[in-house]
C-alpha cells in the first residue's frame, strides 16, 4: 500500500529563520507527484509546492524549496526567511500518476512561527 | 475565476436529520473529491467523481451520498447524519490526465456539527 508519514507532529521556529519539515512516502510506482499543502488557521487548503518524480531538479517557489531524494523516498520542505504567516499546517501529499484519481495525505505537521 | 466554492461554510444538524453539501468549480476539471477531515486523522476521502456521470467510494464512503450534477458541480449527501459525522468537509476538483495539473484545488470547508 501507498503511504505518507510526517514524522513531526509539531515544530516551530523564529521569524526568519529557516525550517525544515519531513516526510517520507512508499510506493513501488515510478511515475508520481509529490505536494507540500498549507492550511492555516482559515482552514483554507492551499498548495504550496509541487514536484514531479521524473525530474531530478528540486522544485523551489519563492522562500519555499524542496529536498527529494527519489532512492530513499523522502521529500523535505524547506521554508527560509520564515514569516508570522507561514504558520499553519503543512500536509504532505502523493499521487500515482498512472491512477491520479486519489491523493495519498500524511497526517501533517503543525508549525509555529513565534516573533 | 472563484475556484472551488462550497456551500454552506457551517451547519448544525441534529441525529438522524439530512442534508446536502454543495460543491461547484470553475476551472473546468474533469474531476471532484470530497474529503473529510478531523484532527489526527489527516484527510480522508470519501468519495471522488473522475469525470462527469462516474462517481466512485473513497476510504470512508459509509453514511454518504454523492450526485455528479455536470461537470461543473458534485454534492454530498447525508441522508440520517450521525454524531460521527460531526467533521469539516472539504471539496476539491483536478484535471485529470494533464501533464502537469495532478494537484487538487481546495473549497474553503463546511464545519458540520451533529448532536
Known amino acids: 500500500a501507498q503511504t505518507v508519514t510526517q514524522s513531526q507532529p509539531e515544530m516551530s521556529v523564529q521569524e526568519a529563520e529557516t525550517v525544515t519539515l519531513s516526510c517520507t512516502y512508499d510506493?513501488?510506482?515510478?511515475?508520481?507527484?509529490l505536494f507540500w499543502y498549507k492550511q492555516p488557521p482559515s482552514r483554507q487548503m492551499i498548495l504550496v509546492i509541487r514536484q514531479e518524480a521524473y525530474k531530478q531538479q528540486n522544485a523551489t517557489e519563492n522562500r519555499f524549496s524542496v529536498n527529494f531524494q527519489k532512492a530513499a523516498k523522502s521529500f523535505s520542505l524547506k521554508i527560509s526567511d520564515s514569516q508570522l504567516g507561514d504558520t499553519a499546517m503543512y500536509f504532505c501529499a502523493f499521487i500515482d500518476a498512472g491512477n491520479n484519481r486519489k491523493l495519498i495525505w500524511g497526517l501533517g505537521t503543525s508549525l509555529a512561527v513565534n516573533p | 475565476n472563484a475556484g472551488v466554492t462550497q456551500t454552506p461554510k457551517f451547519q448544525v444538524l441534529k441525529t438522524g436529520q439530512s442534508m446536502t453539501l454543495q460543491c461547484a468549480q470553475d476551472m473546468n476539471h474533469n474531476s471532484m473529491y470530497w474529503y473529510r477531515q478531523d484532527p489526527g486523522m489527516g484527510l480522508r476521502l470519501i468519495y471522488y467523481?473522475?469525470?462527469?456521470?462516474?462517481?466512485d467510494k473513497g476510504e470512508v464512503p459509509n453514511g454518504y451520498n454523492v450526485s455528479r450534477l455536470n461537470k461543473r458541480e458534485f454534492s454530498l449527501r447525508l441522508e440520517s447524519a450521525a454524531p460521527s459525522q460531526t467533521s469539516v468537509y472539504f471539496c476539491?476538483?483536478?484535471?485529470?490526465?494533464?501533464?502537469?495539473?495532478?494537484?487538487?484545488?481546495f473549497g474553503p470547508g463546511t464545519r458540520l456539527t451533529v448532536t
Open positions: 476539491a476538483s483536478s484535471q485529470y490526465r494533464t501533464s502537469v495539473s495532478y494537484e487538487q484545488y
Open positions: 510506493t513501488s510506482e515510478n511515475n508520481y507527484y
Open positions: 467523481s473522475a469525470s462527469e456521470g462516474t462517481t
